[in-house]
């Protein structure tokens, strides 16, 4: 069952960064429960119109249920984000005026226990954004070669005690819940940690069974396919591995060459693409934080299409 709705993160920064215009066309790429998409349809109506991804066909339910009040002005698919540029073009709705990306997980999956995103609730170790795809958090945690579960915590947990938990694990498989995998990792970490021990594991074997870190990578270049001049990107991460492809993304796309700084010459022949509108980023403000703490990871950057 599902337990709470989620709150969208920098609500209001989202509808400044992509300021929607009557009647602009918008993507959503992690539509979720439909929070920043329904801001962003109220703010192109009348005739503006807004394409709505998730892998989650849980999160279009909820979705179509927030969006029902704009009829077809909100078209939702059960896609990756990855794949908009093809469903723009069968829709014949590129170019674009704006793309919001709010990455990682939903406070409904999360919350959900049966989904196994969570060390607080027991449930056997999921974790696909997508119920469908083929790889559970318990295949990753049962079948890989220790370096290789090490490896894995370490790269995308930034955990620094990996090696000790990819050997606790493996002493104790099989692992099929999440209370049981989150005692694991506790009993190899030191007693005392600032947030809960299994965060980064969890973090990691999360980021690698849905593919994250690919998807953002592969998405990246085609938000510039299908972007019109002028037209803005929006990118809310939680963590500093999704920030930092963003960042380097968006530092390289606004550079008119690439070529090493000592070089005299141009040869790379590469033009700036992207106008970072934000330099740093945006993080939520206080009464944000404290009326939702999930926010508190948050960051925000936009670009602008030349
Ligand atoms: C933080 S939530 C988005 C919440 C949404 N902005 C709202 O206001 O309700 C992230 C969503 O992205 C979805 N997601 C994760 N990876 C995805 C991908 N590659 N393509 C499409 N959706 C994805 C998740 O299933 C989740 O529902």
Excluded at 9 to 18: C, P, R, S
Excluded at 149 to 165: K, T
Excluded at 261 to 281: I, M, R, Y
Aim: glycine share 6%; charged share 25%; hydrophobic share 40%.
């Amino acid at each position: 069952m599902v337990q709470s709705p989620h709150q969208p993160v920098l609500y209001q920064d989202i509808i400044l960064a992509l300021q929607p215009k009557n009647p602009g066309q918008y993507v959503d790429g992690t539509v979720g429960a439909g929070g920043h998409a329904r801001g962003i349809l109220e703010a192109c109506a009348p005739d503006g119109r807004l394409l709505g991804l998730d892998v989650d066909p849980q999160a279009l339910k909820l979705a179509r249920k927030t969006l029902a009040p704009y009829g077809k002005r909100a078209h939702l698919a059960q896609a990756s984000y990855t794949e908009m540029v093809m469903i723009l073009a069968e829709l014949g709705w590129d170019p674009i005026d704006g793309i919001v990306l709010d990455l990682g997980l939903s406070s409904m999956q999360l919350d959900t226990p049966e989904r196994g995103f969570s060390f607080q609730h027991e449930a056997p170790l999921d974790m696909r954004f997508d119920p469908a795809s083929p790889l559970r958090a318990a295949d990753l945690v049962n079948t890989l070669p220790q370096d290789e579960l090490a490896n894995l915590i370490f790269r995308y947990g930034e955990e620094r005690y990996a090696r000790r938990i990819a050997r606790a694990i493996v002493q104790a498989r099989p692992i099929n819940s999440t209370l049981a995998l989150a005692a694991v990792v506790k009993s190899a970490k030191p007693a005392r940690q600032r947030v809960h021990p299994a965060t980064q594991t969890f973090q990691a074997l999360r980021i690698k069974v849905n593919n994250e870190l690919d998807q953002i990578e592969e998405v990246l270049p085609q938000t510039l396919m299908v972007l019109k001049a002028g037209g803005r990107l929006a990118i809310i991460s939680f963590h500093s591995l999704e920030d930092r492809l963003v960042k380097e993304f968006f530092r390289r796309e606004s550079r008119d060459c690439l070529c090493p700084p000592k070089q005299p010459v141009c040869t790379c022949g590469h033009h700036a693409t992207l106008k970072e509108v934000t330099k740093k980023p945006i993080t939520p403000r206080k009464a944000e934080i404290n009326a939702n703490p999930r926010a508190r990871s948050a960051k925000l950057r936009i670009a602008e299409k030349l």
